[in-house]
């Protein structure tokens, strides 16, 4: 299954916060190199980021994302997303 994950600071990052964004990068592509990361977009003020994950469920995506460094500093909601082909369209009507 494919999850939404939205997040964004819960409050102004603090120098000490922002320099865990290269561990955060990294960490990130190691999710990618396993394919389980398919997307990451981050708003152009980089004050928030939306990224596609697979999963078995949103308890395993709230795992994964638990475990970013930057975790404990963001607000975040994981979506569940629908398939997406054509199919599966016309068959959820």
């Known amino acids: 299954m494919r ?7 819960q409050s102004q990052p603090t120098p000490e916060i922002l320099a865990l964004i290269p561990a955060e990068i990294a960490h990130g592509k190691q ?4 394919g389980i990361r ?7 003020d980089n004050s928030r ?3 596609i ?3 078995d469920s949103i308890a395993a995506v709230q795992a ?3 475990s970013f460094p930057l975790a404990p500093f ?3 909601t994981i979506t569940a ?3 997406g082909t054509p199919d599966s369209a016309s068959n959820a009507a």
């Open 64 to 66: 994964i994302v638990g």
């Open 31 to 34: 999710f990618d190199e396993q």
């Open 74 to 76: 963001l607000g975040t």
């Open 49 to 51: 980021a939306w990224q």
């Open 81 to 83: 997303l629908a398939d």
């Open 53 to 55: 994950f697979r999963g």
């Open 3 to 9: 999850f939404l994950v939205d997040s964004r600071f």
């Open 38 to 44: 398919e997307q990451l977009y981050v708003a152009a």
